[in-house]
């Protein structure tokens, strides 16, 4: 099984706190559809032999500013030019982007998934990202989308602002919950140094949270969705039983996938790489026949602790079995002192053949991944 990522490069505007590639120029989407079209049909070879496409992932980027036949031609170029065995079709979306028209138009073409940016109902906070939406429309667009009859419906909401205290989170939080979509999906914000944001904190002008406030929002965001039934199969990803994102599980489990557009990341099941992430240059390449895709070139140890570090995220956890199986090390030997030490701290925990995470273990995911690798 493998999964399509379409990456689709163009935003109405620019997020104050968005590294993501995305341009707001969008004059010559077509020309960009028709060259990632193109790209579908050069790179049929790339998945491994025999492999059908089990999930397509269309994200950004904003790919709800595609009117819907602009995705259906890129959904026709797969199905004729892939084996399918389809379980799954996401499309991101923002909330200004959708009407009632639109959603049942995405959906009678296949698309089963919506990942709504909602980020928060916050009007000041909306308006302080510069995010396109409000929070109003964010309220209409999850009913629509509802009534639109679409079963796996997930939110992305953004906690950690700096703030005098946690109303801002916890409102959103209640509002997000009074929704009950199947699925939340739920990061920080965080400082990039090409953003606005970016920017204003180098000038002095914005002060990012304490990283305590944020970790107590981390808390309440585990404690509000353990009590409304959610399981949080990844750290930041929040699902109804039968509701996790198969695409996104198929990343972190290692399942190949092709990306497809400008700054699109591949892996072929040995080898990552990625597309230049910038649309001039990717439609020069795809015209002149160029080089797009650039290999990065993993040895046995950075897999390994790719692994470690997106594995320990999930509710699945590290493998042993297949960790020795496929890196060559019992992991419980060449990292015995500090798997032990971990779990003497109540960080980390061992049953069967998997290390797992434990609640507090889950605010320092990345630092105790590090404490294991090789
Ligand atoms: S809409 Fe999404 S991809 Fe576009 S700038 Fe905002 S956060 Fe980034």
């Given at each position: 099984?493998?999964?399509?990522y379409?990456?689709?490069p163009?935003?109405?505007?620019?997020?104050?706190?968005?590294?993501?590639?995305?341009?707001?120029?969008?004059?010559?989407r077509?020309?960009?559809?028709?060259?990632?079209?193109?790209?579908?049909?050069?790179?049929?070879?790339?998945?491994?032999?025999?492999?059908?496409i089990?999930?397509?992932?269309?994200?950004?980027?904003?790919?709800?500013?595609?009117?819907?036949?602009?995705?259906?031609?890129?959904?026709?170029?797969?199905?004729?030019?892939?084996?399918?065995?389809?379980?799954?079709?996401?499309?991101e979306?923002?909330?200004?982007?959708?009407?009632?028209?639109?959603?049942?138009?995405?959906?009678?073409?296949?698309?089963?998934?919506?990942?709504?940016?909602?980020?928060?109902?916050?009007e000041?906070?909306?308006?302080?990202?510069?995010?396109?939406?409000?929070a109003?429309?964010?309220?209409?667009?999850?009913?629509?989308?509802?009534?639109?009859?679409?079963?796996?419906?997930?939110?992305?909401?953004?906690?950690?602002?700096?703030?005098?205290?946690?109303?801002?989170?916890?409102?959103?939080?209640?509002?997000?919950?009074?929704?009950?979509p199947?699925?939340i999906?739920?990061y920080?914000?965080?400082?990039?140094?090409?953003?606005?944001?970016?920017?204003?904190?180098?000038?002095?002008?914005?002060?990012?949270?304490?990283?305590?406030?944020?970790a107590?929002?981390?808390e309440?965001?585990?404690?509000?969705?353990?009590?409304?039934?959610?399981?949080?199969?990844?750290i930041?990803?929040?699902?109804?039983?039968?509701?996790f994102?198969?695409?996104?599980?198929?990343?972190?489990?290692?399942?190949?996938y092709?990306g497809?557009?400008?700054?699109?990341?591949?892996?072929?099941?040995?080898?990552?790489?990625?597309?230049?992430?910038?649309?001039?240059?990717y439609?020069?390449?795809?015209?002149?026949?160029?080089?797009?895709?650039?290999?990065?070139?993993?040895?046995?140890?950075?897999?390994?602790?790719?692994?470690?570090?997106?594995?320990?995220?999930?509710?699945?956890?590290?493998?042993?079995?297949?960790?020795?199986?496929?890196?060559?090390?019992?992991?419980r030997?060449?990292?015995?002192?500090?798997?032990?030490?971990?779990?003497?701290?109540?960080?980390?925990?061992?049953?069967?053949?998997?290390?797992t995470l434990?609640?507090?273990?889950?605010?320092?995911?990345?630092?105790?991944?590090?404490?294991?690798?090789?």
């Open positions: 099984m493998s999964g399509i379409i990456h689709i163009f935003c109405k505007q620019a997020c104050h706190y968005c590294d993501f590639h995305f341009s707001t120029q969008t004059g010559y077509e020309r960009m559809l028709q060259a990632m079209g193109e790209e579908l049909k050069q790179r049929r070879e790339y998945l491994p032999d025999g492999t059908r089990q999930t397509i992932y269309f994200g950004g980027g904003t790919p709800s500013l595609l009117p819907p036949g602009e995705i259906e031609t890129l959904l026709n170029i797969i199905s004729s030019h892939y084996p399918l065995a389809l379980q799954e079709v996401t499309l979306a923002n909330p200004d982007d959708l009407s009632k028209e639109k959603l049942l138009a995405y959906q009678s073409m296949g698309v089963d998934r919506l990942s709504i940016g909602i980020q928060s109902f916050q000041p906070l909306l308006r302080y990202y510069n995010r396109a939406h409000t109003a429309e964010s309220h209409r667009v999850l009913d629509y989308a509802r009534d639109a009859g679409f079963q796996k419906l997930s939110i992305d909401l953004m906690y950690g602002f700096p703030a005098p205290d946690h109303e801002y989170w916890l409102s959103d939080l209640e509002m997000a919950l009074q929704k009950d199947g699925h999906s739920s920080s914000l965080t400082v990039e140094a090409d953003t606005a944001l970016g920017r204003w904190t180098k000038a002095g002008k914005f002060l990012p949270a304490e990283e305590e406030f944020v107590e929002q981390f309440m965001l585990q404690e509000a969705m353990e009590a409304k039934g959610y399981i949080q199969y990844e930041s990803n929040f699902g109804r039983e039968g509701q994102a198969v695409h996104n599980t198929n990343y972190w489990k290692g399942v190949p092709l497809i557009g400008p700054s699109a990341h591949s892996f072929d099941g040995t080898n990552r790489g990625h597309n230049i992430p910038n649309n001039a240059l439609l020069k390449g795809m015209a002149s026949q160029g080089q797009l895709f650039e290999i990065d070139v993993l040895n046995q140890e950075d897999r390994a602790n790719e692994y470690l570090l997106t594995a320990l995220r999930t509710i699945w956890g590290v493998d042993l079995g297949y960790f020795e199986k496929t890196y060559g090390l019992d992991l030997t060449v990292r015995s002192a500090e798997i032990h030490l971990l779990q003497q701290h109540g960080w980390l925990s061992e049953s069967g053949d998997s290390l434990t609640k507090a273990g889950k605010l320092l995911a990345d630092s105790i991944a590090a404490k294991l690798f090789l």
